[in-house]
C-alpha cells in the first residue's frame, strides 16, 4: 500500500540523501564518544559532560533518521562499513587538546548541516513534508549547539586575562 502519495523513484534522492546524512552522524556519533572518553585538562567535568550530552541527542536522531528512511519504504543503510565509506566526516584522532576537539565537533556540524540543506532541497522538490518537517527541526537545534560550542571556544581562544 502507497501510504505515501509519492511515488518511490521520485524519493530516491531525498533517501540517498537521508542514507548520507545517517552516515555522517555515525561518524560524528563516534567522534563525541572518542572525546568524551579521552578528553583531558582543566575543562574535563565540562566537557565530558557535554560531549556525552552531544552523543546521546545523537543516537536519538540517528534511529530518527534511519526508521524516517523505512517510511519512505526504502532501507537504511546499517554497517559501520557502508557508513565510513560514505560519510564525509572523518573518523577524529581521539587524542587532542580539548579546543581542537570542540574545533573538529564544530566542523563536523558544519558538514551534517550542508546535508540537511541538501535533504531539505530535495524533500522540497517532491512535497516530502514528513522529511522536511523532520530535518529542518534537526538543523535549527545543531545550528544553536554549534552557537553555543563556538561561544566555548572563544573564552578558550581570547583569555579575559
Ligand atoms: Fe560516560
Redesign the pocket.
Known sequence: MNYLGIQSKNLKPVVDGLNLLLSNYQVYYQNLRAF??NVEGQNFFEL?RVF?ELYNDAKIRIDDIAERILTLRHRPLSSMSAYLEKSKIDEAKSQMEDDQMVKTILENHRELILIMRGVLHEAGGVNDEGTIDLIAGFLGEIEKKSWMLDAWKSKVLSPQH
Open positions: 568524551h572518553w565530558h556525552e
